[in-house]
């Protein structure tokens, strides 16, 4: 095998928590890269995946092969050896690259890392069927929407405060605890007031989740029509609460993410190019809007509510960091590409802190231009988000024009280790009216 760079196309998943149609990127992105694909209008489209999973390999369009039976067939070429000699691993790729479309709100969950992983997947390998861990990161290719760990632990407290529903079920003595006993939210990480706040936390989370489910359908009851009769209990807190409250409720009725949700997480906006990383241990759910998302190869998910599947909330209750942050401090500040230079406007990387992964994204403007990439040392897989132009090994003895392939929006190629590239993007104006925009995740050891 001699190819450096080969297109795939990826499959899809219907999820019922996905957007409808055409109106979904998922469907957009897959219809573009195979026009026999024929759309249902009244199927949701939630999720396109891309890599070597097992579920849905994407397929190496030339070889016509997946991606997978490509990668063990050539883990040398496709992986590199520092790759599977850190990853143990030589027919699949250490993440999985995804594409999400989101009309309703996906369940309320945490990851374990690769400690409990391991843990929960020898006690239980049905419910937890990988022994690893499930960093994630997501970011937007539309504005977005969602709960990413908990709220400052002042907010929590002028909600049990002010929020009789959620007083009542985590009760007077406890509520009076939390609010006497937190300390600023700017207690240091890891100092004693940052462990006494987490301990109160987990206290009120604890209590939330271990309440009776008649209890909880019946305070969920009031909280849906109090937010109608007395708004303003809820504006004072988070303008948005009341509508969101009302929302969610329409999609899973007196549930508990109700409260678990709505009132004790951060309520996160993404505008489109932002990114937010969810770390292991802590709570996060999508409520709406398209994205990219990047995690590592695993399947584990302790769940807490807006879902009728397996909730294991003895563990999730023990397994939380209880971490409590303002909004802000959840999203990823991308920095500046170093492997990337020529005339695109935006040549960023979001780099988290883990082994697995990281994504860079570029994006051009309407004139177009051409963006160099310099070898990387591992695998990749790059998805065109909007626009068009062309792909192309540089610096290879097969020449340039030999290895020039077409981009189009829902493309997707795969980049073999040690391979630099060049993306050339169209003139917006006589192409599409999106400039070019790429999302790639790699992995360098």
Known sequence: MTDKLFRLQCGYQNYDWGKLGSSSAVAQFAKRSNPSITIDESKPYAE??????????????KYDETLRDLVSEHPRELLGQAVIDKFG????????????????????????????????????????????????????????????????????????????????????????????????????????????????????????????EDKIQASAASLVQSSHDSPQIFTAIDARLPELIQRMNAQFPKDIGLFCGCLLLNHVNLNKGEAMFLQAKDPHAYISGDIIECMAASDNVVRAGFTPKFKDVPNLVDMLTY?????????????????????????????????????SQTVFGKNGGTQHFD???????????????????????????????????????????????????????SSESEPLTTYRAFVEV
């Open 375 to 429: 070898a990387i040392d591992g695998p990749s897989i790059i998805i065109a988000t909007s626009g068009s132009g062309s792909i192309q090994v540089v610096g290879d003895a097969a020449g340039a024009d030999e290895t020039k392939q077409e981009v189009k929006t829902g493309y997707v190629y795969f980049v073999a280790p040690y391979t630099a590239i060049d993306l050339v993007a169209d003139d917006a104006d």
């Open 323 to 359: 971490a409590s942050e303002p909004v802000e401090q959840q999203k990823m500040k991308p920095a500046k590409f170093a492997k990337s230079r020529g005339d695109a406007l935006v040549s960023n990387l979001f780099d988290p802190p883990i082994e697995e992964f990281s994504v």
């Open 89 to 212: 691993s030589s027919k699949e790729l250490p993440f999985l690259f995804k594409v999400l479309s989101i009309e309703k709100v996906l369940s309320i969950q945490a990851h374990p890392d690769k400690k409990l992983g391991a843990q929960l997947h020898q006690q239980d390998p049905k419910n937890y069927p990988d022994d690893n861990h499930k960093p994630e990161m997501a970011i937007a290719v539309t504005d977005f929407e969602g709960f990413c760990g908990f709220k400052p632990v002042h907010e929590i407290a002028k909600t049990l405060e002010t929020v009789a529903e959620l007083r009542d079920i985590v009760g007077e003595e406890l509520s009076r605890e939390f609010v006497a006993g937190i300390y600023p939210a700017e207690a240091k990480s890891g100092s004693s007031e940052d462990r006494a706040n987490r301990k109160l936390i987990q206290k009120v989370f604890s209590k939330l989740m271990n309440t009776s």
């Open 48 to 61: 396109l995946w891309m890599g070597t999973h097992p579920s849905v390999p994407s397929q190496a369009i």
